[in-house]
Nanobody, 128 residues
Framework: QVHLVESGGGSVQPGGSLRLSCLAS????????LGWFRQAPGKEREGVAC????????????YYGDSVKGRFTISRDDAKNTVFLQMNSLKPEDTAIYYC?????????????????WGRGTQVTVSS
């Protein structure tokens, strides 16, 4: 059983930055794909970014949703069992609850249905 806890959310003005963290426990996460998703009120959960494990051929390969490319960066520190999401140039449309998730194979995916474990989420609000 993998337990994920997000932190780092908050309120920020447009153009600002936030760094989300997700601390994992219960498994050796270097073999897992880790992802960030978000869900705004009235909308479906969408994939923001994901990163492959560091002990396979993909070795840290990443995926980003089109709406965040060039602004968000996902990274992982397996020694600390933590995945990060650096969010720059934030826009009001980035406002959502952000969730961390993990999947127990090597295939990158932006589909929430492919993920096995989820955190409870952290709120990000971008507003002037």
């Amino acid at each position: 059983q993998v337990h994920l806890v997000e932190s780092g959310g908050g309120s920020v003005q447009p153009g600002g930055s936030l760094r989300l963290s997700c601390l994992a426990s219960g498994a050796a996460l270097e073999y897992y794909v880790l992802g960030w998703f978000r869900q705004a009120p009235g909308k479906e959960r969408e994939g923001v970014a994901c990163i492959s494990g560091t002990d396979d051929e993909s070795d840290g390969a990443t995926y980003y949703g089109d709406s965040v490319k060039g602004r968000f960066t996902i990274s992982r520190d397996d020694a600390k069992n933590t995945v990060f999401l650096q969010m720059n140039s934030l826009k009001p449309e980035d406002t959502a609850i952000y969730y961390c998730a993990s999947k127990t194979d090597y295939v990158l995916s932006a589909s929430p249905a492919d993920y096995d474990y989820w955190g409870r989420g952290t709120q990000v609000t971008v507003s002037s």
